[in-house]
């Protein structure tokens, strides 16, 4: 039986990696900028890759890697003080720079009541969607054609398989029959991947089964 805290552990595993589709990299990038634990475990990973690579040399940056640096620096890092207006952005940076707005500029469409979505759109075989559910609200009860990686922004749901809070991390797949319900306290605002519809291996998919069953 694998935990979702391992295949959270493993996704991260493959985002240093850098073998994710895009959608689930920018995901697992924006949750490292607001997960100070698994920001600490990333780093460690990409020591470990490194002394693989070489005990003896500095490891040159290569593009992917300086990119993959700049992800990885919180706001926290050498970055210069926000604007005013900028503090009041929600979205981790690696999100914003990817989506180029934050929560304020997103054009929602209603798809049903309470519910609202954005489809930001198709990279590498994955949808990447923003989505907004009122306090309260239930998604109605739904299974998975694939794989649905789901990062938290703001507020909390709860599933079958827990609470999710800012920063959390939700997979489901297949398997999984759940009814998402937004915490009463304030809208839920997050970001999903998923493999295209009724699409039962696609890429990324085939990388979670990759981790799984590797
Ligand atoms: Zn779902």
Redesign the pocket.
Known sequence: MTSAAQTVDSLIASHIAGTLPLPAHVLVAAHLQLSDQNRGFAGDLERLGGLGLSQTQPIPLTDRDRRLASLLDGPDTAAPPAAPQQQVGLFPPALRDFVGFDVVDVPWRTKMPGFREHDVGEFDGCHINLFWIRPGRAIPS?T?GGL?LTLVLDGAFNDINGRYGRGDIAI?DEAVE?R?VAETDRPCIGVAVTDAPLRLTGPLGRRLIDIIGG
């Open positions: 739904h998975h649905e489901a759940h998402p």
